[in-house]
């Protein structure tokens, strides 16, 4: 059973964080950084901070839903989106940062969940336009979100301050990654996605493209990222349960 509440995404999130921090899987990382974001939209619907509350609510479910459905689909050898199935397998790869799986993480549910899950909010009969503000707010709070866990992952990630300093400029996904690029292509993908009579192809299509973009977020064509990759990668703590503790944090 889905989540029908918020409270139950909290839960749902709650269960997956504890499998993986038993499992020592770097698939824990992700629902932490969601988990504080539902936190805060949830904090945001009680002070009445968005135009439409109940709505808001309906789209965080509908929302969480989509990471938690693909989540529970790979355990059960269901059939899930491809942008999903990148992140988890990345999850294998011993060799990736813990940025990298939170932008894996980032990448399939903004770039595809989020446009999707608007829509399906809003309804076919509904009015997209009245959701723009609302939906540029929850963008708003996943970004101070992923500025505040980035300070946080310089305590186990010592070197990881060099990626920014000499990536910058780079054409590369893993240093131009940018959530308001996110946001305003998940934007775009809700208008197409809302208003397409064949809502599978659009889904099909637009998953196809983000997957892509997960595999440039794990490899780096530049022999200098690649480097520095490793470089950091060599230095940063791999200790599953310590790095959950310190991304847990406030």
């Known amino acids: 059973m889905l989540p029908k509440t918020i409270d139950e995404v909290i839960s749902a999130l ?7 921090c038993v499992n020592n899987s770097c698939m824990a990382y992700f629902p932490i950084l969601y988990r504080k974001v539902t936190i805060r ?40 989106t491809k942008s999903w199935k990148n992140a988890f397998e990345a999850a294998k790869n011993g060799k990736l940062l813990v940025m990298q799986h939170l932008l894996l993480g980032i990448n399939a549910h903004i770039n595809l969940d989020l446009g999707i899950a608007v829509a399906q909010t809003v309804g076919d009969d509904g009015e997209l336009m009245d959701f723009e503000n609302d939906f540029n707010k929850i963008n708003a709070i996943l970004g101070s979100m992923i500025a505040n866990v980035e300070s946080k992952i310089i305590s ?3 070197l990881f301050g060099l990626l920014d ?7 590369d ?13 998940a934007w775009l ?12 192809d659009e889904l099909n299509s637009r998953d196809t493209i ?5 595999e440039k977020l794990i ?14 990668y060599f230095f940063e703590n791999k200790n599953v349960s310590q790095i959950v503790a310190v991304l847990k944090k406030d």
């Open 14 to 20: 709650d269960s997956i964080i504890e499998k993986e």
């Open 41 to 80: 939209i949830k904090e945001g619907i009680h002070n009445n901070e968005f135009e439409n509350n109940p709505r808001m609510e309906k789209l965080d479910v509908l929302f969480a839903n989509r990471y938690i459905d693909a989540y529970e689909s790979l355990g059960a050898n269901n059939s899930f």
């Open 156 to 158: 186990v990630s010592p």
């Open 165 to 171: 300093k000499f990536g910058k400029g780079r054409e």
């Open 173 to 185: 996904k893993l240093v131009s990654f940018s959530i308001n690029i996110a946001r305003d292509g």
């Open 189 to 200: 993908f809700a208008n197409q996605y809302h208003i397409s009579p064949n809502k599978i």
């Open 210 to 214: 983000i997957a892509i973009l997960a």
């Open 219 to 232: 490899t780096q064509k530049s022999w200098v990222l690649k480097y520095l990759v490793k470089t950091i």
